[in-house]
């Protein structure tokens, strides 16, 4: 279950939506079931250091989900699925995503909180929440 955001630029009407929370595939499981699948869900060096996370330890757990970071420079937006991997609720590894403008540590937002971001497009910082088109997936 999640939720997807829409962005509006008030400047130049640019759109993008972001996504935020568990989906369909996207889920917790154990980290053994994951792999057991044949699907690779995530960025093949997220996948490589699972197969190698599993090597080390038993009964590993994540959670991935969809989460919307903001680069703390400049505050564009991006949704990303942040993997977290739990060995007895012990946190073993955790997403980092890095701008790939300016190469700063992106941080997790709270969308609703956050009142303005830059927009991608013309850079201005007037991209705005549009609550009109707030939508629910599965
Ligand atoms: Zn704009
Ligand atoms: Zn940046």
Request: positive net charge; glycine residues 4%; proline residues 2%.
């Amino acid at each position: 279950m999640g939720h997807t955001y829409a962005y509006r630029c008030e400047h130049c009407g640019y759109e993008e939506h972001f996504n935020q929370g568990h989906g369909y595939l996207v889920h917790s499981q154990p980290v053994k079931t994951y792999l057991s699948q044949q699907t690779e869900l995530f960025h093949y060096k997220t996948h490589g250091l699972l197969k190698e996370l599993a090597k080390q330890a038993e009964n590993l757990q994540m959670k991935a989900g969809f989460q919307v970071y903001i680069c703390p420079k400049c505050k564009v937006l991006r949704d990303k699925i942040e993997v977290t991997v739990l060995n007895e609720k012990k946190v073993v590894h955790k997403s980092e995503f890095r701008c790939r403008d300016c190469r700063t540590r992106l941080k997790l937002t709270n969308i609703h909180r956050l009142k303005n971001a830059t927009c991608p497009k013309c850079h201005k910082h007037s991209f705005h929440l549009d609550h009109l088109k707030h939508s629910l997936w599965d």
